[in-house]
């Protein structure tokens, strides 16, 4: 049998970046965190799809759907961002790796950030990491994709160099 190169994607792992921005202040309820208060500007969340069965693309494609519709089910706090409609879709970060980084990443865009939304998505956080959820006010978005693809590829190399 041949493995098409669609094939091959849909085995695609590893830790994601979701630019959003709220387009107004807003209050949003987000599951077990309650309300929630989240400035005007942009946001940058930090997850992963590793498990068994788990694929990297459709789960941010999944988080796409539910920010386009503002329909779904909401299952992890990110949906409640996604589904609010104050809340903008601008662009998915795709971090290819079997390996856990999503902590990683959520670091170095916790030095970033304005301030970090405490225990936003990070619930099953091994890290201890502050939240996965960075508030980064007006900083362009343009300038966190370049730092974030920078990160990919140091990343990229460092797995190359220690298997
Ligand atoms: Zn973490």
């Not at 921005?21 to 807003?26: I, L, M």
């Not at 005007?40 to 694929?55: D, E, I, Q, W």
């Not at 693309?57 to 706090?77: D, I, N, Y």
């Amino acid at each position: 049998m041949f493995l098409c190169l669609k094939q091959v994607s849909l085995l695609m792992k590893g830790a994601y970046v979701l630019l959003l921005s709220a387009e107004e202040n807003a209050k949003v309820k987000v599951g077990s965190l309650g309300e929630i208060k989240l400035a005007k500007g942009h946001y940058a969340y930090v997850g992963s799809a590793l498990g068994r069965g788990l694929n990297l693309e459709k789960r941010v494609q999944r988080h796409k759907r539910l920010a386009e519709t503002k329909a779904g089910c909401l299952r992890w706090h990110i949906d409640y961002l996604l589904a609010s409609p104050s809340f903008r879709w601008r662009e998915a970060i795709l971090i290819e790796s079997s390996e856990p980084l999503e902590c990683a990443v959520s670091r170095r865009l916790e030095a970033l950030a304005e301030a970090v939304i405490p225990k936003f998505g990070s619930s099953d956080c091994k890290n201890a990491c502050r939240g996965h959820l960075h508030y980064l006010g007006t900083r362009p978005l343009r300038e966190i994709r370049d730092i974030l693809e920078n990160l990919r590829l140091n990343l990229r190399h460092a797995a190359v160099k220690h298997p």
